[in-house]
């Protein structure tokens, strides 16, 4: 009975820690989402290009990034699903909100972080008609998020 | 020393002798006071029993026979109808088998039917100690089968993801140029989303500025 118990909770921890992971990936292949991924080296020439250009250069300014997801959504389904998990987010414990708008037009925004080890950044924005997360993943402590959300 | 030992000290003894935790001098003790006449009510068949293996770890015991018991008591440790109990001491290495179903037969209307099997330590230590070390050893072999198994299943199931299942976390973006596009509306959500939700925290600066002049208006008028 023990090593039944001991073998469901090994399978229990690995599966929610892919769970976790699931949470943006399944969007890669939802119908209707417009999932854009940016990974480092992208993110880099992406960044030096904007810059060339004499444009602003704000997400750079938080440090050293890995990832950058943005989720968006205009049809009836994806949206369900971005304003369901951003929902969850925002009362998940392992995530701290930071900000949260409600205007009355219906409008939500919420910028969340990880509680114990703030690697990613979440914006995540319901509207009527719209729904989008950006999902920024990389190296960066508190002060850096409160730098940029304050610039 | 046995005279001074209350009946609750000869218990907890009996009960450490049964786990077979027992010292040689503490099963002296016990076995001069299951010596005594006045041994209580309670303890008379604890006492037959003591007295028993006591005897038969006394007892020389011809090599054949020591033999024949050494055979038999290994096939009760494989018989899946009877189990092991308890061992008695470490000292006289004995197990206490009990049935797992009573027999039908009408000889033998008591629940439980217990044999009780002795060895001599001179004869059968090496036995014992092996017949309790497989034990042992069944169980880490459960335990490492059942980890290697786990192991095997997630090795199995992320080795088939990496190999397999498209890699969700691929750059979307096949340009440089497209990568700058999609950052710049990121820029401009992020920018949006953090101006909507400082907008009550500037009214209110905003009032408190407005509020601060005119108290200073006020101060110097």
């Not at chain 1, 060339?52 to 959504?73: N, P, Q, R, T, Y």
């Not at chain 2, 001491?89 to 099997?117: A, C, M, W």
């Not at chain 2, 596009?181 to 907008?199: D, V």
Request: hydrophobic letters at 40%; aromatic letters at 6%; one cysteine or more.
């Amino acid at each position: 009975m023990k090593r039944i118990i001991l073998a469901i909770c090994i399978i229990a921890s690995s599966l929610s820690t892919q769970a976790q992971n699931q949470i943006f990936s399944k969007y890669a292949t939802i119908d209707g989402v417009d999932f854009v991924c940016i990974n480092k080296a992208m993110f880099g020439l992406g960044t030096k290009m904007i810059s060339v250009a004499g444009g602003g250069e704000d997400l750079s300014k938080l440090g050293s990034l890995d990832k950058m997801l943005i989720i968006s959504s205009d049809s009836d389904g994806g949206k369900k699903q971005i304003d369901k998990d951003i929902k969850a987010l925002s009362t998940d414990k392992d995530y701290e909100v930071l900000m949260t708008s409600h205007s009355s037009g219906g409008d939500n925004m919420f910028i969340f972080t990880n509680k114990r080890k703030p690697h990613e950044l979440i914006i995540g924005t319901i509207e009527k008609e719209h729904s989008s997360m950006i999902v920024v993943v990389g190296d960066f402590s508190k002060e850096d998020i409160s730098n940029f959300l304050n610039q | 020393m046995t005279d001074n030992m209350t009946i609750e000290q000869i218990k907890s003894l009996l009960s450490r002798f049964y786990e077979g935790k027992t010292t040689p001098e503490e099963e002296r003790q016990l076995a001069a006071f299951f010596r005594r006449e006045d041994v209580p009510e309670d303890l008379q068949q604890d006492k037959q029993l003591f007295l028993l293996l006591a005897q038969t770890s006394e007892q020389e015991m011809p090599q054949d026979i020591a033999d024949e018991i050494t055979a038999f008591v290994n096939n009760l440790g494989q018989s899946d109808d009877i189990q092991p109990l308890t061992h008695v001491s470490k000292q006289h290495k004995g197990v206490i088998y009990r049935l797992k179903t009573p027999p039908k037969d009408k000889e033998f209307n008591v629940p439980e039917v217990r044999t009780t099997v002795t060895r001599a330590p001179h004869l059968l230590r090496p036995q014992a100690t092996g017949f309790r070390s497989v034990r042992l050893n069944r169980f880490w072999y459960r335990v490492a089968a059942t980890v290697a198994l786990l192991a095997a299943i997630g090795g199995g199931v992320l080795h088939h993801q990496r190999t397999y299942a498209p890699d969700p976390f691929r750059d979307t973006c096949a340009t440089p140029e497209e990568a700058a596009a999609q950052i710049q509306r990121a820029n401009s959500m992020i920018a949006k989303a953090t101006e909507q939700c400082m907008a009550p925290t500037s009214k209110a600066l905003q009032k408190a500025d407005a509020a601060k002049q005119l108290i200073n208006q006020h101060i110097n008028f």
